[in-house]
C-alpha cells in the first residue's frame, strides 16, 4: 500500500521504517528542512537499535522516501499517519496546535474524488478525531475522507521490535471502508487487531500510559515501606508479579518514571479528566509518589555523607532509561541537577545520553564528563547509579572500588546484588532494600 507519515520524530521515522519494511511504499514528510535533508544524506536524527539498518535497507529498495512537502504525500498516498508532536502546556493539558495545523494542510491537500484515510498516531486527548475530521471539513467541504485513531505504543530502545511484534493494534473508526484499509495496513504484522470506536482508541492510549506508570509508583510506594519495615522490594515484587493477573513487568522500584510519555500523559489525562468534570485524583498520587522517590533517594545520600557540599559525586547513566540516547524528562537528569544545587561536584557518564545533555543544555557547565564509567568513579566519594545500562553491570567493579575514594554506591534502579557488593568491599544502598552492613 501507499502510505504518508507526517512527523519524522521517534514514532513517525520508526513507524515509516517498519511499513517500509513489511512491503508497503511510504513517505515520510517533515517540514523541517534540515531533518529530511539530513535523512535523504542517509543520516538518522536519532538513535534507536535497529533503525539505521532498517532505513537504509528500505531507502535501498525504493520503498521508503522524505519530503517536507504534504502535499506531495497527500498525493501519493492512500493512507495519512499524523505522528507529530503533543507536547504538554504548563498545565498539563496538551498542546495541540501542531496537530491542529497538519490537519488544515491535509485539508487543503486533498483533491475531489480522492478519498483518503486520515490516522491519528499522536498521543492525543479523547474527542480530538472528531475535531480533526470538523477541520478538514470546514477547509475542504468536497473532502472525501475518515479520521482514524491508532495509538502508538512502541517504547523507546525497542522500538523496532515493539512496532513489527506489537501485542495490539487498535483502530478507532466507525467507519467500514476505513477498517478495510486499516486491517490491510496492519495485515502483514499478524497481531491482533482491536477495532473501536475513535473515543475508546484515543482514550485506551492514555489509560495504558497512566496504567503502567500507576504499577511504577505502586511499586515505588511499596518500597518505601520496606525499608521502614526490613523487607526487599525485589523479592516482593517477585512474589506479587508471579501473579498472571498482576505481572512482573513495571514493577522495578527506581528512582521513579521518566521520558517523554509517562510524566507528560498521566498529566494529560489528569488535565482530561478535569476538563470532562470527573477528577481522576488516583493519577494525582501516583504523580505526588513519583516526585518523592528522587527526594526519598537523596536522603539517603545526605544520611551517609552528610553534607553533599564538595563532595565528589559519581554519577552512572543521564538518559531516562537505557538503550536510547533520550535525556529529555530524565531523573537522572534531575539527579544531576539536585546535586549540583547543593554544591556536590558531579561527574558523569553515560553511554549515549552526553552529547545530547550538553547540547540541550540539560547539566550544568560545572559538571564534568567522562569517558569511561570508570574515570567518572576515580576520586568519587560516592557512585550513584542512575541509568541501569547493561554496560555498568559489565564493569570491572573491583577496579571500581580501588579508583574511589570512598566506596559507596547508590543504586537508583537496583541494578547490583547487594551481597556481590558487600563481597567486593562496597556500602551499598538501593531501593527498598536494606543497607548492606
Ligand atoms: C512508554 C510506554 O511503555 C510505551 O508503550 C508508550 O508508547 C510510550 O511510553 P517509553 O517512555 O519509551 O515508553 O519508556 P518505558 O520503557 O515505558 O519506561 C518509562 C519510564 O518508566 C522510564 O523512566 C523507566 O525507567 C521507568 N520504569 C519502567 C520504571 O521506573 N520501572 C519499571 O518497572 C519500568
Request: aromatic share 8%; glycine share 8%.
Amino acid at each position: 500500500m501507499d502510505l504518508c507519515i507526517i512527523g519524522s520524530g521517534y514514532v513517525g521515522l520508526v513507524t515509516g521504517a517498519c511499513f517500509a519494511e513489511v512491503g508497503h511504499h511510504v513517505i515520510c514528510v517533515d517540514n523541517d528542512q534540515r531533518k529530511v535533508d539530513m535523512l535523504l544524506a542517509g543520516k538518522i536524527p536519532i538513535y534507536e537499535p535497529g533503525l539505521d539498518e532498517l532505513v537504509h535497507r528500505n531507502v535501498g529498495a525504493k520503498r521508503l522516501r522524505f519530503t517536507t512537502s504534504t502535499q506531495e504525500g497527500v498525493d501519493a498516498s492512500q493512507v495519512v499517519f499524523i505522528a507529530v508532536p503533543t507536547p504538554p502546556q504548563p498545565d498539563g493539558s496538551v498542546d495541540m496546535t501542531f496537530i491542529e495545523k497538519v490537519a488544515r494542510e491535509i485539508s487543503s491537500a486533498l483533491k475531489p474524488g480522492q478519498y483518503r484515510v486520515i490516522v491519528d498516531k499522536s498521543t492525543v486527548p479523547v474527542n480530538t478525531g472528531e475535531r480533526v475530521a470538523a477541520t478538514i471539513r470546514r477547509y475542504n467541504p468536497a473532502a472525501e475522507f475518515d479520521v482514524v485513531s491508532n495509538p502508538e505504543f512502541l517504547r523507546e530502545g525497542c522500538a523496532v521490535p515493539d512496532l513489527m511484534k506489537p501485542d495490539r493494534i487498535v483502530v478507532g473508526t466507525s467507519s467500514a471502508r476505513a477498517t478495510d484499509v486499516m486491517q490491510r495496513v496492519y495485515a502483514p504484522f499478524k497481531a491482533p487487531v482491536l477495532v473501536t470506536d475513535v473515543n475508546s482508541a484515543e482514550l485506551i492510549k492514555h489509560a495504558a500510559n497512566s496504567f503502567l506508570s500507576l504499577k511504577i509508583s505502586y511499586i515505588n510506594a511499596v518500597s518505601a515501606i520496606c525499608e521502614a519495615s526490613g523487607a526487599d522490594v525485589e523479592l516482593v515484587a517477585d512474589g506479587i508479579g508471579m501473579d498472571r493477573r498482576i505481572g512482573r513487568q513495571f514493577l522495578n522500584a527506581g528512582l521513579g518514571y521518566g521520558g517523554s510519555c509517562f510524566p507528560k500523559d498521566v498529566k494529560a489525562f489528569i488535565a482530561i479528566a478535569d476538563e470532562l468534570g470527573v477528577p481522576f485524583t488516583l493519577l494525582k498520587e501516583v504523580e505526588r509518589i513519583n516526585a518523592t522517590q528522587l527526594d526519598r533517594f537523596l536522603k539517603k545520600l545526605r544520611d551517609s555523607l552528610w553534607v553533599l557540599r564538595e563532595k565528589k559525586i559519581a554519577v552512572w547513566g543521564l538518559t531516562f532509561k537505557p538503550d536510547t540516547d533520550d535525556v529529555r524528562n530524565s531523573l537522572a537528569i534531575d539527579l544531576v541537577n539536585r546535586l549540583v544545587a547543593e554544591g556536590a561536584h558531579v561527574t558523569a557518564y553515560d553511554p549515549k545520553g552526553m552529547e545530547k545533555a550538553i547540547e540541550w543544555k540539560l547539566i550544568p557547565s560545572s559538571v564534568k564528563l567522562a569517558k569511561t564509567p570508570l574515570e567518572a568513579a576515580t576520586g568519587a566519594e560516592a557512585l550513584v547509579l542512575a541509568t541501569e545500562w547493561k554496560e555498568f553491570v559489565n564493569q570491572d567493579l573491583a577496579a571500581v572500588k580501588v579508583a574511589m575514594h570512598t566506596p559507596l554506591v547508590f543504586d537508583g534502579r537496583n541494578l547490583f546484588d547487594p551481597a556481590t557488593m558487600k563481597q567486593l568491599g562496597f556500602q551499598y544502598y538501593g531501593i527498598g532494600r536494606q543497607a548492606a552492613k
